[in-house]
């Protein structure tokens, strides 16, 4: 980027009105049941979910609660907009490093912990690099109190959602909360 391009798009954030700062909470499907999840969701105050999944769909039926027609038509009944943003998913080829770290490990997708720091490095060159974190939360629009970022895995720091709530919160000092939701602690 030159440097009148840069001067530019520093004018243009410096005119972008200021938001309220929302609440993000990052949340992912694995190890919970339909009841559970939207439970969790309530609980938490999630009024703008936005899923960064690439693929939205899951296979079999412990979690076809959250494929795209379901989990949207069940997140309209409880008034929580949806918004797809598959331009933050990781690639194929980045998933394909973080497929490679993983069965070197000899770690199932849903086990995984952590992620490979290959992958979180790629992801953040790839998705993070151009990412502008003011109209990310701009185009969410003013409604958005509590924002829920989305993907399947179960902790946070095995998904790629916790690198971009954590530029969320390093760009704009929003506060992130993570949900690890399972059966045994919604009741």
Same mark, same amino acid.
């Given at each position: ?5 840069q001067a530019a798009r520093l004018a243009s954030l410096r005119e972008m009105p200021t ?24 609980? *938490? $105050?999630? #009024?703008?979910?936005?899923? +960064? ?11 076809? %609660? ?15 907009r949806y918004s797809h943003r598959p331009e933050l998913a990781p690639s194929s080829q ?18 995984r912990s952590v992620l490979d720091p290959a992958f979180a490095a790629a992801y953040r060159?790839?998705?993070? *690099? $151009?990412? #502008?974190?003011?109209?990310? +939360? ?11 970022? %989305? ?37």
């Amino acid at each position: 980027m030159s440097e009148s391009e840069q001067a530019a798009r520093l004018a243009s954030l410096r005119e972008m009105p200021t938001l309220p700062a929302p609440k993000l909470v990052t949340i992912g499907v694995y190890g919970s049941d339909e009841a559970s999840f939207f439970a969790a969701l309530q609980q *938490a $105050g999630v #009024d703008t979910f936005v899923d +960064i999944r690439s693929r939205r769909g899951l296979r079999g039926a412990a979690y076809a %609660f959250a494929n795209s027609q379901r989990l949207q038509a069940r997140l309209a009944e409880l008034g929580i907009r949806y918004s797809h943003r598959p331009e933050l998913a990781p690639s194929s080829q980045t998933r394909g490093q973080q497929a490679v770290a993983d069965k070197a490990a000899k770690t199932a997708k849903r086990q995984r912990s952590v992620l490979d720091p290959a992958f979180a490095a790629a992801y953040r060159q790839e998705r993070l *690099a $151009g990412f #502008d974190s003011r109209q990310f +939360i701009a185009d969410l629009g003013p409604e958005a109190r509590v924002v829920a970022l %989305f993907c399947v895995e179960r902790e946070p720091a095995a998904c790629h959602r916790s690198l971009l709530a954590t530029r969320l919160q390093r760009d704009l000092g929003l506060l992130v909360e993570h949900l690890i939701v399972d059966e045994t602690n919604m009741e």
